[in-house]
């Protein structure tokens, strides 16, 4: 026993050229799935599709499910599920809607645009949401009802706790800067969007020959360098070519005119200045990046897939799953009233229906970007580009002018056949 | 070092005492007033039916369940064991009957489940895990491969040995096995028999839970025979037989003029 021989660790073999690039199939058929999806419409709508305008539109109505979907993806890979984030989604941003139209404004006198308003409004909107997941959770882990009861519940109380609050009333205008984070108020502008864009390759670079570096340290198997190389191109190929079509789309002529006007200043003629990125995406790419790491490189991720793939496991190795289930439901939480502060700065106002439905389309993305409601599996990105194939599916139908009746067909039945592609794929390959 | 047997002569302190013990879920006593105790480099048998109480006594020292009444012993100082990270914290180990592991992950995931290795910035060190479940299987099963793959994929000697490691690296004192052999073929059975050795004669104290007379026979020092919750008695293997076991452990009967 005092021998420290190591396993050997296997020869490379010769492979093919997909393998050696040990790219995630699954992602890859997605992806797939994704482009034909694309190409489809732009064929169908006579190129309007894939137009940088199209595009800009479809990333920015994607953020608020895809920015809910992450968080759904920990919930139902420990087995659960939430029913209640369109419904909470709608409270936290009734909150951040009476917090600054009332609240600030009558009672600490900050007015609309005041510097701190938007600052408070979002730091009481996330405290809130947060506290109401964590409140689900603690229901689900240490009273254990089942989740599927409690925001069921949920979904009753949040959704007529924000009419009851509101009135039922649309509330509006919002704050000028809290509008900046919907979208189309708030972009970067194109030189930043393109040092942004540098900037993240750089980094995606960097995380790549870091890990590389890791697993020569140990002396484990690494890719061929050339496959590194390729990757490498591929992503920073991908951030930078999304960063040109934002670019391109310009911002239209009038509307860059009243821009100018507000400043008291006349237009140069023949201006044109691009949109850039989005301030919601760059949300949506900071939560992705965030999640992501939490569920690979943090203890909280291992316990989370531990516990779904293994409850009694995790239980009997030491792992807290009660407090683990306030934690994931507090998160999903927060990422609510997130996602509330996108969509209701998206739409300039608080509505009565904000968020309705949207508890079906999270839960959706997060299956059709392949989380098991068995638990244990599921990634992030694939949860993000659920959610952006199905908001694809539903203007590209709308585009094409598909009755809406049919729209909602066809989704159902799209979500349907993914999760049974899958099924059959994962089958395939020995039940992983 | 002196034999666990001498131990016991000598009347030294045992590692573990668990004096009667008692548990009762629903008014149905699991377990009645048991006692047992185990020295270092010492094998002790848990016998009995199914559901005489030897999985959930066990469960008890492994923080799994809490006991009604009783109390525990770990080289004399008296303790408290709530929950499976208080064992963990005594150096006691437990290989469950159902293998305890979490499918969808792979061997070294599962190897550290609980108490992962981190890097400087608190982020899990997967690269530093990988490497010491090498190390570690290279000393428990050589011919095991399958590193990147999640453990649902492994056979179940294979899995077994994933679950012995755990206990293994950590430096445990106290190892607690329940059924280890109960999914294994003949080959991987005799890994485990082997492997037992070797921990006993590390000075490692261990709880054996197993259905097999035989193997009990084999590897044990002593059998405490459970029914119906309460403790039958315990006994030195080398003073008594298989049929005294089976005895002990159908009738309850304890063989005449043999007590440990």
Redesign the interface.
Known sequence: ?T?????P??EQQKRGLFQQLELDMRLLGMIGAFVILCIGFNILTDGRFLTPRNIFNLTIQTVSVAIMATGMVFVIVTRHIDLSVGALLATCSAVMAMTQTQFLPNVLGLGLDHPLTWALTMVIGLATGTLIGAFHGWMVGYLTIPAFIVTLGGLLVWRNAAWYMTDGQTIGPLDKTFMMFGGTNGTMGTTWSWIIGVVAAVLAIAVIVNGRR??L??D?PVKPAWAEAVICAITSGSILGFVWILNSYNIPTRRLQRMFEAKGETMPEGLEMGYGLPISVLILIAVAVVMT?VAQ???LG??I??????P????????NTRMLTVKIFALMGFLCALSAVVASARLANHSNDIGTLDELRVIAAAVIGGTALSG??GTIYGAILGALIMQSLQSGMAMVGVDAPFQNIVVGTVLVAAVWIDIVYRKRL??? | MATPKELRAQGATPMVEMTDISIAFGGVKAVDQVSVDLHPGEVVGLLGHNGAGKSTLIKVLSGAYQMDSGEIRINGDKVEITNPRDARSHNIETIYQTLALADNLDAASNLFLGREITTPMGLVNDAAMEAECRKIMGRLNPNFRKFSEPVSALSGGQRQSVAIARAVYFNAKILIMDEPTAALGPHETQMVAELIQQLKAQGIGIFLIDHDVHAVMELCDRASVMKNGQLVGTVDIEDVTDDDLLSMIILGKNPAGVAA
């Open positions: 026993m021998e420290t021989t190591s396993q660790i296997p890791a697993k340290a140990h484990f790491i490189r943090t203890r291992r316990y897939f531990a516990t779904g793939g293994n009694d496991a995790a239980e009997l190795s030491g792992i244990g599996i020995g039940a992983k």
